[in-house]
């Protein structure tokens, strides 16, 4: 199937570019043509029929990735490791311009982690929108650092861990783990089984971190949160990925996680494309209302867009997509392009998904429309619209 869409200014990945004719075959861009601000020319749109032609209004920008999502629109992939919660977590995600996402299954027991991967295997199978993979967040952590994981079922790594990592038929594997309670050489049979290691959760020291960055751990999860950190003496894990040319760090950018001071050290400290946005997301995101949850029969309480165990710690986020884009320009004062970036291209890069996070011929038409107040009006995935706000929809049915 064949579709233009004519844009008045898209991201390519890089730049603001003006507007434009963007066509779409069979999920991929396959050409597009600049159009002069006098008008269009049907010729630019290969002399498509006039249905084939869809005008929007507003900016157009790469798809959002996001390699840490724990539930959305009242599903928790803990709760229910179905596909079915899968879908109701992507379309909850949708609406806030993620167009790829890994689930995430935090700590849970070795039943539940066989049952999350039978389900994104079935997604990856189907083809379901938007799912790239998995993200199991433990449970080989660190007790110290465990924040609300819970400690019943943090352990060492077995054989039926390593087995289930070690599948072939998950899309992209990412697993975090706290590197003092698994040796540098697991770290190594993991990475040779595909798996993509994320350090955190973890009170380890400066040596041992280098040490599993070495056996080819390439990231870091939730930066700041939830492992040692950075001091005169003693680095911690924190100063070993502030330190780290090639490692990626996820960064939560809400507000409560970590301090915009903070932030802004981190992204100034590492190369430029090595800081991603996550949302760590839980149900609520995509929910109007302000119910609590619970997570492994504890309350998690909601006041506005914090989430807190009862027992105070920080329980994941309240956080999409296009507001932790949003949030990144207000409050750490980034450049609108930058913080693009760090939700779509350099995510798009960390997991060697090439197809995604630009704007350009060849790549997957993975699309978020941005109105004036910078919120997302359209979502489309490989070329076909999932999401589409019913004002932006109304608007455009009376001509406005």
Not at 171 to 191: D, R, W, Y
Request: with cysteine; proline share 3%; charged share 20%.
């Amino acid at each position: 199937m064949k579709q233009t869409l004519i844009v008045d200014k898209y991201f390519d990945g890089e730049l603001f570019q003006p507007r434009a004719a963007i066509t779409v075959e069979n999920g991929v861009i396959s050409a597009i043509n600049h159009i002069a601000d006098t008008g269009l020319d049907l010729q630019l749109v290969d002399e498509y029929a006039l249905e084939n032609v869809t005008h929007l209004q507003g900016k157009l920008v790469p798809g959002f990735v996001d390699v840490q999502v724990n539930g959305g629109g009242g599903a928790l992939f803990n709760a229910q490791p179905t596909l079915d919660c899968i879908k109701t977590i992507g379309a909850a995600h949708s609406k806030f311009g993620t167009t790829g996402f890994l689930p995430t299954l935090i700590t849970d027991k070795v039943e539940v982690m066989a049952k999350a991967a039978d389900a994104v295997a079935e997604a990856i199978a189907s083809k379901t929108v938007g799912v790239l993979g998995i993200h199991f967040e433990g449970p080989h952590l660190s007790v110290p650092k465990k924040g609300v994981h819970p400690q019943s079922f943090i352990r060492t790594i077995s054989d039926e861990e390593l087995a289930i990592f070690a599948r072939k038929d998950l899309g992209i594997k990412v697993v975090t783990l706290a590197p003092e309670n698994v040796s540098a050489e697991v770290i190594k049979t993991l990475v040779s089984h595909d798996v993509k290691v994320c350090l955190g959760h973890s009170n380890a020291d400066y040596d041992t971190v280098v040490a599993a960055l070495e056996a080819g751990a390439d990231g870091f999860t939730h930066l700041f949160n939830a492992m040692s950190g950075f001091g005169s003496r003693e680095p911690g894990m924190v100063g070993a990925a502030l330190e780290s040319e090639h490692a990626w760090c996820g960064l939560i950018v809400d507000g409560h996680h970590v301090h915009s001071a903070t932030a802004k050290v981190a992204i100034n400290a590492k190369p430029q494309g090595k800081v991603m946005l996550v949302t760590d997301a839980m149900p609520p995101v995509g929910m109007d209302d302000n119910a609590s949850f619970e997570l492994f029969g504890t309350e998690v309480i909601r006041q506005g867009d914090r989430l807190n165990a009862k027992s105070g710690e920080l329980a994941g986020c309240v956080l999409d997509m296009v507001g932790a884009v949003n949030n990144s320009v207000s409050m750490l004062g980034l450049s609108h392009e930058e913080a693009l970036k760090m939700a779509s291209l350099y995510p798009a890069q960390y997991l060697n998904k090439t197809e995604l996070g630009k704007i350009a011929v060849g790549q997957q038409a993975d699309f978020v429309l941005l109105n004036s107040q910078q919120t997302v009006s359209q979502t489309y995935i490989k070329g076909e619209l999932i999401y589409s706000d019913v004002a932006y929809t109304e608007s455009n049915a009376q001509g406005v």
